[in-house]
């Protein structure tokens, strides 16, 4: 069964770290075609994100190899209990009709192992007391539309999976974020039932694919039995399940598998390197935000994204590490203010000639450090060309991993992001032949262009029919369907583009709307999404600081130096203000600017 185009097409779609592994030099993992960390949303790569669109054919699943079933509701549920005389068989369990195994799963011995320790004796007591606390989640998505950003996209829908749990004394759901982005309504469906429950939601975590919601009815929390997240991390080769509502049917199904391998893992949705499980079993659409489940019945992550094309049973599962972090972040601000990162750029040291000419020895370990991001607390204390032997005492390998588990490591990324944002880390480094210990307060990474906008809307400026905005990734992929296909300047911005100062922007001409004011520019070609250099000779730092000098402006004209082809736009000032309402009233817009650069414009006022 194909995968088709899935819940949203997340815009996040590249890789942004300073680890030389994850190089744009490598094209296997750049290739927007094909490669581990292709496109995935858009049919022409293979990490798929699991919601399923209302769009989905409905083909029920089999049950196991050959029989069909189907769900039990609550009423039978409670009306015919399981009398367990003698161990039960996986088929006996199917003919209770309680497990519905998903039609997908690959029918290999090591799977059939992983089925029959899931679903025969105390497991298969445990998983069946856990099954009623799965639900279904139907969003109704409202994105922003990015090309012209006072107006919203057509409602889009989708079906995910999610489950209870309870934190900190209060029950609530987990989903993934992208089941729920930009969700203008998501509602929940227990299993067996006709009714959908309004849901509300708490937190999103683009970053970890991890989102909060609430549900205040509560006859939805009835006969519910919220999961418990496990505190440790699955070892390899053990077996686990994932429970779901993949595409083909509404009963929850169940697929076993083994425990692949742990390790830092790109997350698409939210273009983070963080930790994450790899796993055989079978992952499919509408299976996002599904609990992972050990033979103790305990939740040991969230599926999240599988690996398609050429690859087979790859699937990934947020570790409970991962989700104990997002929610603890929650409770500690109020909000999810993200992972950190170290804002550096870094290089092996593997070579013998390297580490003698840096004042190593020939089995001294570390990194070299080749840049560092200036709009970091990491350019007060660090320098191109340290060594980094130590990340919070831990010895940082010639390859960039620390140690991790009994013969497994890990990139050094992990003990960052094992952090919060603005705790602080010790550093040891080498300066000139002489060992430093050095403090770092940690931030998330300073990208010049940001992958992703948090669920906030688009921020715009709009003057005399030009159409300003601060350029990002999901802009760039709506307007030319993938970051490859974009212009060649502004992929270089967005893949290894950093802050000089905390509030930079890449600036861009995203639209020329016709008026008098701009006759003669809207055939110009190289005008459309050019970053704008500078406004009357001076240097344009963001959108609002643009936005500031086009309204203070006193001159005659308004002179735009544009990146592309050093062209530039000049626009008689008065004529463009006269044409603003004009335009605004042709084009429906509400306002000439998004919220936050008006707010930006009335602090500079008061």
């Not at 290739?31 to 022409?44: A, Q």
């Not at 209990?81 to 088929?91: D, F, G, H, I, S």
């Not at 602080?424 to 992958?451: A, C, F, M, W």
Request: glycine share 8%.
């Amino acid at each position: 069964m194909a995968i088709k185009v899935l819940t949203e097409e997340p815009w996040l779609k590249k890789i942004k770290m300073s680890s030389p592994e994850l190089s744009p030099k490598h094209p296997e993992v750049y290739s927007k075609s094909s490669g581990p960390f292709s496109t995935y949303s858009l049919g022409m790569g293979p990490f798929t994100d699991e919601a399923e669109t209302e769009a989905e054919a409905t083909t029920p699943p089999k049950v196991g190899s050959s029989t069909v079933a189907t769900e039990n509701n609550h009423a039978s549920d409670s009306a015919t209990p399981l009398v367990m005389e003698k161990q039960p068989t996986a088929m006996d369990l199917l003919q209770d009709q309680d497990f519905i195994l998903d039609p997908s799963t690959p029918a290999t011995p090591k799977h059939r192992h992983a089925e029959k320790q899931m679903l025969q004796g105390p497991a298969a007591q445990v998983l069946k007391r856990h099954m009623d606390a799965v639900v279904k989640v139907f969003t109704t998505h409202t994105k922003p539309n990015f090309e012209l950003p006072w107006q919203s996209q057509q409602q889009t829908g989708s079906k995910s999976t999610g489950f209870a749990v309870t934190w900190n004394g209060e029950r609530h759901i987990l989903t993934n974020a992208h089941s729920v982005t930009y969700g203008s309504q998501v509602q929940l469906k227990r299993r067996g039932d006709d009714e959908r429950f309004q849901a509300r939601v708490l937190a999103v975590g683009t970053e970890c694919d991890v989102a909060l919601l609430d549900v205040e009815d509560e006859e939805f929390w009835r006969d519910i039995s919220p999961l418990e997240l496990s505190s440790t991390l699955p070892e390899l080769q053990q077996s686990l399940c994932v429970l779901g509502f993949p595409i083909g049917g509404d009963s929850l199904a169940i697929s076993a598998g083994v425990v692949s391998r742990v390790g830092m893992t790109m997350y698409s949705f939210g273009c983070t390197s963080l930790l994450a499980v790899q796993t055989d079993a079978a992952i499919n659409s509408g299976n996002s935000g599904g609990p992972v489940l050990d033979t103790e019945g305990k939740c040991v992550g969230l599926a999240f994204q599988a690996l398609t094309g050429d690859a087979q049973s790859i699937g990934y599962v947020i570790p409970t590490s991962v989700v104990r972090h997002f929610l603890q972040d929650v409770h500690r601000n109020g909000r999810f203010t993200g992972f950190p990162a170290l804002n550096i750029s870094w290089q092996e040291l593997d070579s013998k000639a390297l580490k003698k000419a840096y004042g190593l020895g020939p089995h001294q370990k570390g990194v070299l450090v080749r840049k560092v991001v200036k709009a970091s607390n990491e350019a007060s204390c660090l320098q191109k060309d340290d060594v980094l032997l130590k990340i919070g005492g831990l010895t940082v390998g010639g390859d960039g991993t620390v140690p991790f588990r009994h013969g497994e490591r890990v990139d050094f990324k992990f003990i960052i992001t094992n952090k919060f944002v603005g705790d602080n880390v010790d550093l040891e480094i080498l300066r000139n032949g002489e060992k430093r210990t050095i403090s770092v307060t940690l931030q998330p990474y300073q990208h010049l262009v940001p992958p992703h906008l948090a669920e906030v809307k688009p921020s715009y400026f709009m003057f005399g029919g030009l159409v300003f905005t601060a350029c990002s990734d999901p802009y760039l992929v709506q307007r030319y369907g993938s970051l490859s296909n974009s212009p060649v300047r502004l992929m270089a911005k967005t893949f290894y583009g950093t802050k000089e100062t905390s509030d930079e922007e890449v600036v861009v001409l995203s639209n020329i709307l016709a008026c008098s004011a701009t006759v003669g520019y809207d055939s110009t070609l190289g005008l459309k999404d050019s970053a704008v250099l500078a406004l009357n000779g001076e240097k344009i730092k963001s959108l609002a600081h643009l936005a500031r000098l086009i309204t203070a402006c006193k001159e005659q004209f308004l002179r735009f130096d544009m990146e592309a082809g050093g062209k530039v736009i000049v626009v008689e000032t008065e004529v463009a203000k006269k044409c603003t309402e004009d335009v605004m009233e042709q084009h429906n817009m509400n306002s000439s600017m998004s919220k936050d650069v008006k707010l930006s414009l009335e602090e500079i006022e008061e």
